[in-house]
């Protein structure tokens, strides 16, 4: 089974890379919600998808914060962003990846508590 970019993994120093940013700078990203990320094992995570052609994802703060301010966690909100979407056809990550912000967004806000 082919992996999907959502389900590839990069530390902050990979990212930082990336970016070509220092790793403190992307800890702010994260702490900034431009990023979103997870620790394991006391490092930090960063999903693949959500670094976009040597950026973090477009729309993606954006996102997180109609998310968090709706009901979900920092940790939901990136399980949500991650997961395959049947009204998108792919994950939220991947749909904002795409261009399609709004359709995204519309859906996030309907599931807002």
Same mark, same amino acid.
């Given at each position: 089974? +082919?992996? !999907? #970019?959502?389900d590839e993994w990069l530390t902050l120093p990979q990212v930082s890379e990336q970016l070509d940013i220092s @790793? !403190?700078?992307v800890r702010r990203l994260i702490e900034d919600r431009t990023l979103l990320a997870r620790r394991h094992d006391g490092q930090w995570l960063i @999903?693949?998808?959500?670094?976009?052609e040597g950026e973090p994802l477009?729309? %993606?703060a954006g996102t997180a914060t109609l998310l968090i301010d709706g009901g979900f966690s920092e940790d939901?909100? %990136? +399980?949500? &962003? %991650? +997961?395959?979407?049947?009204?998108?056809g792919? /994950? #939220? =990550? $991947? =749909? &904002? /990846?795409q261009?399609?912000?709004?359709?995204?967004?519309? $859906?996030?806000?309907a599931l807002a508590l």
């Open positions: 089974m +082919e992996k !999907s #970019p959502a @790793p !403190s700078r @999903p693949a998808v959500l670094v976009h477009n729309h %993606l939901g909100a %990136l +399980e949500w &962003l %991650l +997961e395959d979407n049947d009204l998108l792919v /994950s #939220p =990550a $991947i =749909a &904002l /990846s261009g399609r912000k709004t359709e995204v967004r519309r $859906i996030a806000q």
